[in-house]
């Protein structure tokens, strides 16, 4: 019953339109956020020279982007326990954010020769904006399409 209830859930049309959602704004918000705003801010925090494609593999990207959003969307739906709403979504998005953005960021810093410690901190404010802005997509596709 478990494995039935499991896959009814990942299958969902809400869990399906937010992982859509989710995914399109995992691409074009990381565009907009690391792309045209932050990127400028962390080359002078880069530690290592040339570690950025000049263009980047547009089909792995959209891939990674639309596997984000599923998982993503999948994960939150557990967590909001059916109270679908923007702040559920935004709480979520924050928790993840920090998980990524902080926790791994320290993490990477510590064992890679990527950023310092400046870049390191922006890049995680970065990553707790990028997805509570994802939380609160999928809070609200949730919202709107759950059954009541």
């Known amino acids: 019953m478990y494995q039935q209830l499991n ?7 809400s869990n ?15 565009w907009l956020l690391w ?11 880069n530690a290592t020279i040339g ?8 089909f792995h990207l959209i891939i990674g982007c639309l596997l984000v959003g599923f998982i993503f969307s999948t994960i939150y739906s557990k967590f909001s326990q059916g109270n679908h709403s923007a702040s ?11 998980l990524l953005g902080l926790g791994e960021g320290m993490v990477n810093m510590s064992v890679m020769n990527m950023l310092d410690f400046t870049g390191t901190i922006i890049n995680a404010i970065t990553y707790v904006v990028f997805y509570a802005i994802m939380g609160t997509v999928a809070g609200v596709v949730y919202q709107k399409t759950a059954a009541a």
């Open 7 to 13: 896959q009814h859930i990942m299958f969902s049309k």
């Open 16 to 30: 399906l339109l937010s992982a859509v959602a989710t995914a399109i704004w995992g691409y074009f918000g990381g």
């Open 35 to 45: 792309g045209m705003l932050v990127d400028p801010i962390l080359q002078d925090h």
């Open 51 to 58: 570690i950025m494609r000049e263009e980047p593999d547009m």
């Open 88 to 98: 559920s979504g935004i709480n979520y998005g924050i928790w993840i954010g920090l």
